[in-house]
């Protein structure tokens, strides 16, 4: 039988599976599913310094598009940052069993100053909670996110590592561009401390039209929302294996697309250590984690891979 044990900043997890954030972790009852769940690692939702109440409602939206035999799982949404303030997931952080499943606080703050408050206050918190800093929600009204705006992502970066002195990551928007690939890759690699990278959050502002109604899905931003599942899987695959060839001292985590073993192992072939769910898991619940593990693990057998260091960052390009 396959081994799915694997390691993540020298910590042990038992799989490489968890959801991503924003996913089942917005409050307690949530997060405590995820860790009675069968994912190796878990994820809280990107925290503001105050508690949000969101977009309104429709925000969030799944569709499908194929015939019976390719049926895709797509969703599309526009949350605004739903959530109960950095204090409620710390106090969860401060309390939760990090020794059988690590625990990642992902925060994203409305301006460099609240990011860089939550930063002290987990610095100064009594917890290993893993601090990942999420650069693709937008920051100031009128400006792009700070992972589209190079600049303020090299301050940030320069802040927190000055701030916070220990491993911490971010989560990325995708990028579309070699250059851009390029570009902030060059600023990732300046700071030693950013220790991990998480590809991709949603891809921006699509927009899905109900044919029956002629309406949209959502309702914020006249319909216009980040694009989650199937859809998204290529795009998400490709960020990956940028950022693992280009930032070759950092931990990737991949994002987007998976719903069974074989998009799992996809995101570890193309160098992902730790793999996230989350449109499937929106909508089947933790459940899903034991399915995926089982599929991949027969993957893996029918390849012949006893562990995913076999196989791991080991794409093949045509010549």
């Not at 006249?222 to 899987?233: E, K, M, Q, R, S």
Request: with cysteine.
């Amino acid at each position: 039988m396959a081994d799915l044990t694997t390691q993540f900043l020298e910590l042990p997890v038992k799989n490489p599976l968890m959801n991503a954030s924003g996913v089942w972790c917005s409050v307690a009852s949530q997060l405590e599913a995820l860790a009675e769940s069968a994912a190796g690692a878990m994820v809280s939702k990107s925290c503001t310094l105050h508690p949000r109440d969101g977009n309104p409602e429709p925000r969030y939206r799944v569709f499908g598009h194929g015939g019976p035999k390719e049926n895709k799982v797509c969703s599309i949404n526009s949350m605004g940052l739903p959530n109960e303030g950095f204090a409620y997931y710390l106090r969860y952080a401060q309390r939760h069993d990090h020794e059988n499943k690590p625990l990642f606080v992902s925060i994203s703050g409305l301006t460099l100053d609240d990011n860089l408050t939550m930063v002290d206050s987990l610095k100064d918190a009594v917890t290993p909670a893993i601090l990942e800093v999420n650069l693709s929600c937008p920051n100031v009204p009128g400006k792009s996110q700070i992972g589209y705006d190079f600049d303020a992502m090299d301050t940030l970066l320069a802040e927190v590592s000055s701030g916070y002195q220990r491993p911490f990551g971010v989560k990325l928007p995708p990028y579309f561009d070699m250059a851009h690939f390029d570009e902030a890759a060059e600023i990732l690699n300046r700071y030693p401390l950013v220790a991990f990278v998480t590809c991709i959050n949603s891809i921006g502002n699509a927009l899905v039209i109900d044919l029956e109604s002629e309406t949209t899905l959502i309702k914020p931003k006249d319909g216009f929302g980040g694009l989650g599942g199937d859809y998204v899987l290529p795009t998400a695959l490709a960020n990956v294996n940028a950022f693992y060839r280009r930032c070759s001292e950092k931990t990737i985590i991949g994002c987007g697309g998976v719903k069974s073993g074989t998009e799992a192992f996809l995101h570890l072939l193309a160098g992902a250590t730790l793999v996230q769910i989350g449109t499937s898991l929106y909508e089947e619940g933790p459940g899903i984690f034991p399915r995926v593990l089982d599929e991949l693990a027969a993957i893996m057998d029918d390849k012949g891979y006893k562990t995913i260091a076999d196989f791991r960052g080991k794409l093949k390009t045509i010549a």
